[in-house]
């Protein structure tokens, strides 16, 4: 059974950081693509970041800078580091393993249940 487990959201001021975690099971990690996705109220599911099997990454243009994503493959864990949030960064955020390269009209395999992460102004 394949698990994708999301942590490390909350709330937190504009300006501030949050780092979001997933732990993965169930899948070979180092063999899926992982990306992060997020969800506001009203709006459509965007992808925010992605990281190759490889270990490269791609970016929204309104996280670039601002976000980092990065992979543990020996912990299964793939991490969203988020700094200088804004109000706008408000959303659902989800994690995702996809066996092939994750991109914006793509879809992966596989989700998480999401974590809220709120930015207050």
């Known amino acids: 059974q394949v698990q994708l487990v999301e942590s490390g959201g909350g709330l937190v001021q504009a300006g501030g950081s949050l780092r979001l975690s997933c732990a993965a099971s169930g899948i070979i990690f180092s063999l899926y693509n992982m990306g992060w996705y997020r969800q506001a109220p009203g709006k459509q599911r965007e992808l925010v970041a992605a990281?190759?099997?490889?270990?490269?990454?791609n970016y929204a243009d309104s996280v670039k800078g601002r976000f980092t994503i990065a992979r543990d493959n020996a912990k299964n864990t793939v991490y969203l580091q988020m700094n200088s949030l804004k109000p706008e960064d408000t959303a659902l955020y989800y994690c995702?393993?996809?066996?092939?390269?994750?991109?914006?009209?793509?879809?992966?395999?596989?989700w998480g249940q999401g974590t809220q992460v709120t930015v207050s102004s």
């Open positions: 995702a393993a996809a066996v092939y390269v994750i991109s914006t009209g793509t879809f992966p395999n596989y």
């Open positions: 990281i190759t099997r490889g270990g490269s990454s």
